[in-house]
Nanobody, 119 residues
Framework: QVQLVESGGGLAQVGGSLRLSCAAS????????MGWYRQAPGKQRDMVAT???????NYADSVKGRFTISRDYAKNTVYLQMNILKPEDTAVYYC?????????????WGQGTQVTVSS
């Protein structure tokens, strides 16, 4: 089983930056994909960015060119560097992982970290 602990959320101004971190523990060697999702009040949880074990990345159109996802394999940690923040980036950000358990792929979520962008 893989457990996730997020950090780095908080308050930022429009145009500012924040960096989120998510550390995985447990069966981290079996991780296939790590990523970030976000959920604003009253809205569904949407994908922000993902990164595979082969470092292939995928971004939501709304964050392309502003956010960068990266992964430190030695620390089993995934990062989300968020630049040029906009008010619409305000949401709870959830770390996400898909890992191999036996013959199945299993997903796990972090507890979420609040990001608030104000003008």
């Amino acid at each position: 089983q893989v457990q996730l602990v997020e950090s780095g959320g908080g308050l930022a101004q429009v145009g500012g930056s924040l960096r989120l971190s998510c550390a995985a523990s447990g069966s981290a060697f079996s991780i296939l994909i790590m990523g970030w999702y976000r959920q604003a009040p009253g809205k569904q949880r949407d994908m922000v960015a993902t990164i595979t074990t082969g470092d292939s990345t995928n971004y939501a159109d709304s964050v392309k060119g502003r956010f960068t996802i990266s992964r430190d394999y030695a620390k089993n940690t995934v990062y989300l560097q968020m630049n040029i923040l906009k008010p619409e980036d305000t949401a709870v950000y959830y770390c996400y992982v898909t890992y191999r358990r036996g013959a199945s792929n299993v997903s796990s979520w972090g507890q979420g970290t609040q990001v608030t962008v104000s003008s």
